[in-house]
């Protein structure tokens, strides 16, 4: 592999955020970067100081790298900051959740309530036998009692470990077992496109597959509750059957009784918070860790000014809860803010393609926090539905979750924020905890496609192979290896019993910085663009060319709605591209369209990166946090057998592309 990414792709349009956005920022003074730059630990302070300890820490920082303790001495409790904080500062009757479940109940919770419900599940758990230090694994709908389940283990010191509601039940029971979770809490089932999933059932067959750690299991209604129904359904009892006496718990038996009054318990700054796994592109899950001072002070000071939090604000973050998102930015870090925010349980098209806009409408969503696959599907259903709603309620738009392409960046900017709204593209990772790379979007011009600066304090940069800095001077025509050079509060405090491969994964690349896995290149303004997972990055005669950068190329035609390039073996090239292409309404594949949009991308990017093959595709396999499967578009596009499709959210997309491909080849 050659030393450095070219990179191709340009980009020149700047959006400055109104003068009216400006002035009311949370983040307005454009030195906040060299302050934070000359003083990292005093940063962090500041942010440690707005939350509330029981006693204060001794000592910021220790470092031994790879290892970081932050606040050293602090205790705290995360639930006591994002909760009962509220309520003791006079907060308690404002709004925390409105939880809007797919058939369309809306349920609202004060802060005030949120205490009151949290305090009786945590008593839930500890009936249940749950105390200080014992892992709890959640498996729930994506709504309030999810929320308040994680603040409730947080409350007595449980560390959660939240498994994504649409994972199966042998992921539940690797999981489970790795950290040998002592609970399950679950509900009997949540509502997706209409339908019932029976998420119980799932940890039936997981209790079945073998738990060994795991001596109860706790069960909410969801489904099966009187009211939460679509009108003049039955409510059937999903748990007839398949009960196990001793092992299942209602939670209607042992939290709706319960008392509302659960002391928080005192937690050391760098007692574990949660675990939460992360598949990487190979291998078996990684239990990321989380502790909680500096966890809690990352998210909380990234909340504030990245998403320019004002209390009157409504946001919503559209992430599930079992990916980190919806632990840093819906969880801790919106709460700790004290906020009002949208949870909504199900499809983004059930009952109709325009249920995220008909949401904003309807609860007046003033912030919007979304993943740029999202995007690109609303883009493909066309303007008129989001056309058809009031969206002016909205001031600020996110993206997170992979590079959003210019095009996709351009219709979010237009069709949803109307052009008034600044947009945050926030670079980070489980591994991360919070933001790493984005706009203050009171302070920085943005520009499609790049996710600008690091957050301040943040030592963000991009190495060369070898571990130069690239520096930036080089005018964003060589790409790296994105580092960060310095330790940060919310940092992963190593791999959940396994030491070595947190040195190996994060480590070993670099001696004195933390290896991301993204490529990234630098401009002459000093702006982040990000290339995808170094393992995305091709090897085309002699080339290094990163795959997002042909999608990016390819979305920017007009016929074509998605797409997905990998590297295939080449005997002459090495490797070769192959494009798989979803094309959007009221075209038609041909050949013409064919040549015509790899002519495209030869236009837009250079001759090097015209895709050898284009194959017109219904759907591109992807995990069910929205990243493409590269991996079995490469198994198919070399003729092998498929790989492990079990985490893919639509298995029969593969059979259907592989047919696609054999007749076109
Ligand atoms: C990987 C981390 C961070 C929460 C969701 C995903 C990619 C994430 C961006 C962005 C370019 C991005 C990176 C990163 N990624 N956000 N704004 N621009 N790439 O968390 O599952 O841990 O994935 O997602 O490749 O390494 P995750």
Avoid at 375 to 396: A, Q, V, Y
Avoid at 572 to 585: C, D, E, H, L, M
Wanted: net charge negative; hydrophobic share 40%; charged share 25%.
């Amino acid at each position: 592999m050659s030393d450095t990414i070219e990179t191709f792709l340009e980009e020149s349009r700047v959006f400055e955020p109104s003068a009216e956005f400006k002035a009311a920022a949370n983040a307005s003074d454009p030195n906040i970067y060299e302050k934070a730059e000359a003083d990292p630990e005093g940063w962090w302070v500041s942010w440690a100081e707005t939350l509330d300890w029981s006693q204060k820490w001794h000592t910021v920082l220790e470092w031994n790298q790879p290892f970081a303790k932050w606040f050293v001495g602090g205790k705290l409790n995360a639930c006591y900051n994002c909760v009962d904080r509220h309520v003791v500062s006079g907060k308690g009757d404002k709004i925390a959740l409105i939880g809007e479940g797919e058939p369309g109940d809306v349920r609202n919770f004060t802060y005030s309530q949120v205490k009151d419900r949290v305090s009786q599940i945590a008593n839930g758990l500890k009936a249940i036998g749950i105390g200080k230090g014992d892992i709890v694994a959640v498996y729930m709908p994506m709504g309030p009692e999810l929320a308040m389940t994680m603040l409730a283990c947080a409350r007595i010191g449980a560390p959660h470990t939240v498994i994504f509601g649409g994972f199966t039940a042998e992921s539940i029971a690797d999981r489970a077992n790795n950290c040998g979770a002592k609970a399950i809490v679950t509900s009997d089932g949540t509502w997706r496109r209409g339908k019932i999933v029976e998420l119980k059932r799932i940890v039936d067959e997981a209790m079945e597959l073998g738990c060994s750690t795991v001596d109860k299991v706790l069960v909410f209604d969801r489904v099966g509750k009187p009211g939460t129904m679509t009108s003049g359904m039955a409510t059937p009892d999903y748990n007839a059957g398949t009960w196990v006496d001793g092992r299942d718990v209602k939670a209607a038996d042992v939290c709706d009784t319960a008392s509302t009054d659960c002391p928080c318990e005192e937690m050391d700054a760098e007692d574990l918070l949660f675990i939460l796994y992360t598949s990487g592109s190979t291998g078996k899950p990684k239990g990321i860790m989380h502790t909680t001072g500096g966890y809690l002070t990352g998210t909380t000071a990234t909340t504030k000014l990245v998403f320019d939090m004002k209390d009157e604000d409504i946001y919503w973050c559209t992430a599930d809860c079992g990916w980190v998102t919806g632990h840093s930015y819906i969880v801790y870090g919106p709460m700790s803010n004290g906020c009002t925010q949208v949870m909504y349980e199900g499809a983004p098209d059930a009952q109709g393609k325009d249920r995220f806009w008909k949401i904003i409408e309807k609860h007046k969503v003033s912030i919007l926090y979304t993943a740029p696959t999202a995007i690109r599907t609303f883009m493909k259903w066309g303007e008129d539905l989001p056309n058809g709603c009031d969206l002016s309620s909205l001031r600020l738009l996110g993206s997170v979750g992979e590079p959003i392409n210019p095009e996709a960046w351009m219709w979010y900017h237009r069709v949803i924020g109307r052009e008034r709204c600044p947009i945050v593209d926030t670079w980070w990772q489980t591994e991360t905890g919070g933001i790493m790379v984005t706009p203050l979007p009171g302070i920085v011009s943005t520009k499609p496609g790049s996710a600008t600066r690091p957050f301040p304090g943040v030592g963000a940069t991009i190495y060369d192979e070898d571990g130069n800095d690239i520096g930036a001077d080089s005018d964003g025509e060589v790409g790296g290896l994105l580092v960060l050079k310095r330790p940060w509060p919310s940092m992963l405090r190593g791999i959940w019993g396994d030491e070595d491969r947190y040195r190996d994964v994060y480590w070993s690349k670099f001696s004195d910085a933390y290896f991301a896995g993204d490529g990234a290149k630098r401009d002459a303004d000093g702006f982040f663009w990000l290339l995808g997972r170094v393992d995305d990055i091709m090897l085309v005669s002699g080339h290094n060319i990163s795959t997002m950068e042909v999608e990016s190329a390819l979305v920017d035609h007009p016929a074509v709605a998605e797409a997905a390039v990998i590297g295939k073996q080449h005997e002459v090239k090495g490797q070769a591209i192959a494009a798989f292409v979803i094309i959007k309404q009221g075209f038609e594949p041909s050949d013409e369209l064919r040549q015509e949009i790899r002519m495209h991308v030869g236009q837009k990017i250079g001759p090097v990166a015209r895709p050898d093959d284009l194959i017109f595709t219904a759907d591109v396999p992807k995990t069910r946090s929205g990243k493409i499967m590269r991996r079995l578009l490469r198994d198919i596009a070399e003729g092998r057998l498929l790989g492990d499709t079990t985490t893919l959210a639509d298995p029969n997309v593969v059979a259907s592309l592989q047919a696609e491909h054999d007749k076109e080849s």
